[in-house]
């Protein structure tokens, strides 16, 4: 099956640091790649949809200059936490769907637990 | 606002039950459904995904569509504990959109 990277599993950073977290596919090509967030014992919330070669589209409270998005290529995608605080503490979790397969599966990556001291 | 709603238990039954999920949409007008089973820490797993009004059936899962109930199910036969999990229901809208909607998932322990 389909597999999705995220890199790195865990990061712990102090407050007002930017973090980069990686999203790839390491076996299939994803034009659309999503980026979700998921706080404790809450459900995913969808942040942005990342787009192959253009920019991403970011759902409605979620501050684009503040969480930037970077789909270079067709494997990898890229969030950045700028000015990390406290509440930007969560668990980040990127999806992707294989182009070529046909199918509206999305395939998710294992996750990057962020923690702002 | 497009919503998913699920009960978020606990939901406890014992090993080898039946365990049975359920999960409400507000957008009628969606079109796939899927069931994710998340452990904890860990990013959810795709279980089964159902188009189609009736019944699906994949191996011990059975995942029940009613688009005018707006209304979908799985039901999980002969439970066991290593099913003990989060349950997600994600729905995704009309076509030309494959961004999903996820409920805030059910908690399900199996008890040996």
């Known amino acids: 099956g389909a597999v999705v990277s995220q890199h790195p599993s865990w990061v712990i950073c102090k407050s007002g640091t930017s973090v980069k977290i990686e999203c790839r596919s390491l076996d299939f090509q994803a034009t659309t790649m999503f980026w979700y967030r998921q706080f404790p014992k809450q459900s995913l919330m969808l942040m942005a949809t990342s787009n192959e070669g253009s920019k991403a589209t970011y759902e409605q409270g979620v501050e684009k200059d503040k969480f930037l998005i970077n789909h270079a290529s067709l494997t990898l995608s890229t969030l950045t936490v700028t000015s990390a605080h406290p509440e930007d503490s969560s668990f980040y979790i990127c999806?992707?769907?294989?182009?070529?397969?046909?199918?509206?599966?999305?395939?998710f990556g294992p996750g990057t637990r962020l923690t702002v001291l | 606002q497009k919503e998913v709603e699920q009960n978020s238990g606990p939901l406890s039954v014992p090993e080898g039950a039946i365990a049975s999920l359920n999960c409400t949409y507000s957008?009628?007008?969606?079109?796939?459904f899927f069931w994710y089973r998340q452990y904890s820490g860990k990013s959810p797993e795709l279980i089964m995904f159902?188009?189609?009004?009736g019944d699906k059936e994949d191996g011990r899962f059975t995942a029940q569509l009613n688009k005018a109930s707006q209304y979908v199910s799985l039901l999980i036969r002969d439970s066991q504990p290593s099913d003990s999990a989060t349950y997600l229901c994600?729905?995704?809208?009309?076509?030309?959109?494959?961004?999903?909607?996820f409920g805030k998932g059910t908690k399900l322990s199996v008890i040996p």
């Open positions: 999806s992707a769907r294989d182009i070529l397969a046909g199918s509206n599966e999305q395939f």
């Open positions: 159902i188009y189609s009004n």
């Open positions: 957008d009628r007008g969606s079109q796939s």
């Open positions: 994600a729905v995704r809208p009309g076509a030309g959109s494959y961004q999903l909607t």
